[in-house]
C-alpha cells in the first residue's frame, strides 16, 4: 500500500500506528517532549504497540485535527477525548511534528499535554 507523508502522519496520529510501521526509517528519533527520547524502529513500534492495547480500552474522539503541510514535514494539531471503562472523562491536546525523508518517517517531536479530568 502506498501512502503519501501526508496520510501516514494522519493515521499515526489517529492511533491507526500499524498501518504506519512500513514507513517508519530503521534509525527514527522519536522526542516526546518532556518525557522520553526514543531511537529505532523496533522501540517506536513497541511503544506503539502498548499505546494500542490501552486505547483499546476507552473510547476517542477527535475535537480537533488540524494537519499542516510542507516538502518533508507534516504537523499535527489536535484535541483528543477519552472516555475510559469507568465513565472518567479527559482532554489531552497534542501536536505532533513529522520529518520525513523519501517517504520514510524519520523523526517525530511530540508534544502532549492533559487539559483536564471529567467524571
Not at 517508519?24 to 502498548?50: A, F, Y
Not at 476517542?60 to 499535527?76: A, G, P, R, W
Amino acid at each position: 500500500m502506498e501512502l503519501t507523508i501526508k496520510q501516514i502522519a494522519e493515521a499515526f496520529s489517529n492511533h491507526n500506528f500499524e498501518i504506519t510501521y512500513p514507513f517508519i526509517s530503521d534509525n527514527i528519533q522519536w522526542n516526546m517532549v518532556g518525557g522520553e527520547h526514543m531511537l529505532g524502529k523496533e522501540t517506536v513500534i513497541k511503544t506503539c504497540e502498548q499505546s494500542a492495547s490501552y486505547l483499546k480500552t476507552v473510547e476517542t474522539t477527535f475535537s480537533k485535527f488540524l494537519v499542516l503541510e510542507t516538502d518533508n514535514y507534516i504537523t499535527v494539531d489536535s484535541i483528543s477525548d477519552y472516555i475510559d471503562q469507568n465513565n472518567e472523562k479527559s482532554r489531552v491536546a497534542s501536536c505532533d511534528i513529522y520529518k520525513f525523508d523519501n517517504g520514510q518517517m524519520i523523526e517525530i517531536t511530540s508534544y502532549c499535554i492533559e487539559l483536564g479530568k471529567e467524571n
